[in-house]
């Protein structure tokens, strides 16, 4: 096992852990029920799935940075659970209903605040590390001045949300402007 471990880059070793484990805590928190394993198993499962889905791109952007990827590298290696989840979840929706409203169910909705989500708390994860590096004189260069650029794609998401409220007088991601996108192009 040493051997394999040691093939992975160590900048991407917390990325595909976190990976790992979020299909670990999946597989039980979906077939529980065939194997008629605890209820609170299942629940403690689903908790930690949750907090993959969530946290695990600022544990896997600490991590890389942490291993010597600067911003954008450690930006790219954490964005590989929610790229994988959101695709497994388009995936899903394209079982059901076909391609065309897979996809269109893949770009609308929470999508886009779940990114900018990601970003924020990848963006705290990048503060979290300057901090660490200044506490401890590490010696590597301070990289403070880009940490607000995690915090735009929700503020622009946010603003385009507002925009269509405005303007439109319905919401452009959620409900009924999903709603409205899928009658005028599948029905």
């Not at 979020?22 to 689903?46: H, K, T």
């Not at 880009?146 to 949300?161: H, I, K, N, R």
């Not at 319905?170 to 996108?181: I, K, P, Q, R, S």
């Amino acid at each position: 096992m040493t051997w394999f471990v040691k093939m992975i880059d160590p900048r991407w070793r917390f990325s595909i852990g976190v990976l790992l484990l979020a299909v670990l805590v999946s597989l039980i928190y979906g077939e529980s029920w065939r194997f008629d394993l605890p209820l609170a198993l299942r629940n403690a499962s689903g908790l930690v799935l949750f907090s993959c889905i969530m946290f695990g791109a600022g544990v896997a952007y600490a991590g890389a940075r942490l291993n010597g990827a600067m911003p954008w590298q450690a930006t790219k290696i954490a964005l590989l659970l929610p790229v994988i989840w959101h695709l497994k979840e388009i995936w899903l929706v394209i079982e059901i209903y076909g391609v065309g409203p897979g996809i269109y169910a893949g770009l609308q909705g929470f999508y886009p605040f779940y990114y900018g989500l990601i970003f924020v708390v990848m963006g705290v994860a990048h503060l979290a590390c300057e901090l660490y590096r200044k506490v401890t004189d590490s010696g590597g260069p301070a990289l403070w001045c880009c940490g607000g650029y995690f915090f735009l794609p929700l503020l622009v998401v946010a603003g385009l949300e507002a925009l269509g409220l405005l303007l439109l007088g319905t919401d452009a991601f959620f409900f009924e402007g999903y709603l409205a996108g899928y009658r005028a192009l599948f029905m």
